[in-house]
């Protein structure tokens, strides 16, 4: 019998999209000014964020796996099929500085009524739907370069799983301070009254009314 919350359960995927979703809302990321104001230095939410959610993810594996909680190859690792990597890479950040959204964003974005983030689904759907069709001809450099199979960081280092996510700490808090440093260079992070009157047309009272004060970069 599979219980609703677990891993095969259909609301165990109905909560975590909710509550990826509303955290993603609730850090203005449903709004395409705070994705593009990382490519251009000004707002370095996007790196912080999911940064510190790449390290907690990171941490919240090691100890379920050391305290046996979950087998070691619970989780699927994928090969590394690099020219493909780099390719897929380089084109969805194209997307990302275009159209203001990544796939998860774009749906926050739509929930919020946003009809950018609409064209920016129906683009992705469409671009998913060309390559598949086109994948028999782009088979040879999409799957070029197979590396080990589910080869993953400490394995390919040769050093314990606390020490990458050591490193990953210390790029964190490197990046944390840079993008401090650069926000406050730049005029940045965006507010809530810019990213409302820019993007939604509303005017200043308007903004208040979904958030008070100017978010001020973290030290």
């Known amino acids: 019998m599979t219980l609703p919350l677990y891993d095969n359960g259909l609301l165990s995927g ?3 999209g909710f509550l990826f979703g509303y955290v993603l809302e609730g850090a203005g990321f449903g709004s395409p000014r705070k994705l ?9 939410s996007v790196f912080k964020i999911m940064f510190t959610a790449v390290i907690v993810a990171a941490s919240g594996l090691w100890l379920f796996e050391a305290a046996g909680w ?5 989780v699927f690792v994928p090969s590394l099929l690099l020219y493909g990597t780099v390719l897929g890479g380089a084109l969805i950040g194209v997307g990302f500085v275009l159209g203001g959204y990544c796939p998860g964003t774009s749906a ?3 929930a919020s009524g946003r009809l950018d983030a609409l064209v920016f689904i129906l683009g992705m759907i469409g671009g998913s739907i060309l390559f598949a069709a086109l994948f028999d001809d782009l088979r040879s450099l999409a799957l070029a370069t197979v590396g080990s199979p589910g080869l993953t960081l400490p ?5 314990p799983t606390l020490a ?6 210390v790029i964190a808090i490197l990046g944390w301070k840079l993008g401090s440093a650069l926000e ?3 005029g940045g992070p965006y507010t809530v009254e810019e990213v409302l ?5 509303g005017d200043a009272d308007s903004a208040r009314r979904f958030g008070t004060g100017r978010i001020q970069p973290a030290e």
Not at 36 to 44: A, E, I, N, S
Not at 155 to 159: A, I, P, R, S
Not at 197 to 201: K, R
């Open 36 to 44: 593009t104001g990382q490519f251009f230095l000004r707002d370095w």
């Open 197 to 201: 009157e820019a993007v939604d047309g």
């Open 164 to 169: 990458v996510i050591a490193g990953l700490a």
């Open 14 to 16: 109905l909560l975590a």
């Open 70 to 74: 979950m087998p070691s190859r619970a």
């Open 184 to 186: 406050r260079k730049f």
């Open 155 to 159: 394995q390919l280092l040769g050093v």
């Open 108 to 110: 926050v974005g739509l």
